[in-house]
C-alpha cells in the first residue's frame, strides 16, 4: 500500500547553503503519511475522534542529494500492513524532473489510546483498510 504526494520545495525550508534543511524531510514524510492514510480512508482527524492517537515512536532518514528551492519533490509512503499496533512507514523522496533519488527513510508509529497514551490495538477502521488494499 503506497501513496505518492507531490510538494514544492519553499525557500523557508532551505538553509543558508540554498539546500533542503535535514529535518524538513521528517516534515515531507509527514505529509505523505498524512496523504497516505487520507487515501485508505483513514484522515488523522477520524483517528482521533475515534479515541486513538498516532505518536512516532522511531525515525530515520538517508540522505543521498540535497533538495533546492522550488524543486517539485515525490514522496512516496508505504505501509507494511500488520495488525500490531505498530505501524510502520517506509519513504521516498525524488526529484519529479529527473527522477533523482534524493533521501529515504522510515518512522514506526504506535496506536495508542488518546486520553491514556497506553498503545492499544489497531482499530476495526484500519484493519479494515489494509485488508483489501
Known amino acids: 500500500m503506497m501513496h505518492t504526494t507531490r510538494l514544492r520545495v519553499r525557500y523557508a525550508d532551505t ?14 514524510f509527514e505529509v505523505a503519511r498524512t496523504e ?4 485508505l480512508g ?12 498516532l ?5 530515520s532518514v538517508t540522505y543521498f542529494k540535497g ?4 524543486d517539485e519533490l ?13 505501524l510502520e512507514i517506509s519513504y521516498s523522496i525524488v526529484r519529479s524532473d529527473d527522477n533523482t533519488l534524493i533521501a529515504e527513510g522510515t518512522t514506526t ?12 490495538r489497531p482499530p476495526k477502521s484500519y484493519l479494515d483498510a489494509i485488508s483489501w488494499k
Request: hydrophobic residues 40%; charged residues 20%; positive net charge.
Open 67 to 70: 533538495a533546492l528551492y522550488d
Open 15 to 28: 538553509d543558508k547553503m540554498g539546500i533542503v534543511y535535514y529535518a524538513k524531510y521528517l516534515e515531507y
Open 55 to 59: 505518536p512516532v515512536a522511531n525515525a
Open 36 to 39: 497516505l492514510l487520507r487515501n
Open 109 to 120: 508509529l504506535v496506536f495508542t489510546d488518546g486520553k491514556s497514551g497506553k498503545p492499544v
Open 74 to 86: 515525490l514522496v512516496t509512503a508505504t505501509i507494511t500492513p500488520n495488525n500490531s499496533p505498530r
Open 42 to 53: 483513514l484522515p488523522y482527524r477520524v483517528l482521533e475522534e475515534q479515541g486513538f492517537a
